[in-house]
C-alpha cells in the first residue's frame, strides 16, 4: 500500500502563485511515476502534469509555461509550482502515483479568484 499526503492549497488572486506537495509513504518502488491530477465541479478528472523517476515530464497544454512539476526522490516528494494561476485552474488537485498500479491523494483544493 502506499499512501500519499499533499499540501498547500488555498485562495489566490488571479496572476498568483501557490505551490503544491506530495509526500509518498508505504510500499514506494524506485521505479515510479508521480504527479497531479485535477477535478473542477462538473467536469471529468484531468492530468495536470507526470514525473517519472527518471525525470520525465508531461504537462497538460493548458499549463505548460505556467506549471512546473519537480521531485526530490530521498524525500519521496512530488512538487507543482503554479505560476500565473486563472480561474480556470481552479479545481481539486489530486496527487498521483503510479508503480505497479495507481494510488490517489485526498486531493487538495485551489480556487483562483478573478
Known amino acids: 500500500q502506499v499512501q500519499l499526503v499533499e499540501s498547500g492549497g488555498g485562495l489566490v488572486q488571479a496572476g498568483g502563485s501557490l505551490r503544491l506537495s506530495c509526500t509518498a509513504s508505504g510500499k514506494i518502488f524506485s521505479i515510479n511515476t508521480m504527479g497531479w491530477y485535477r477535478q473542477a465541479p462538473g467536469k471529468q478528472r484531468e492530468l495536470v502534469a507526470t514525473t517519472t523517476n527518471r525525470n520525465t515530464t508531461t504537462y497538460a497544454d493548458s499549463v505548460k509555461g505556467r506549471f512546473t512539476i519537480s521531485r526530490d526522490n530521498t524525500k519521496k516528494t512530488v512538487y507543482l509550482q503554479m505560476n500565473s494561476l486563472k480561474p480556470e485552474d481552479t479545481a481539486v488537485y489530486y496527487c498521483?502515483?503510479?508503480?505497479?498500479?495507481?494510488?490517489w491523494g485526498q486531493g487538495t483544493q485551489v480556487t483562483v479568484s478573478s
Open positions: 498521483y502515483y503510479y508503480s505497479m498500479m495507481p494510488y
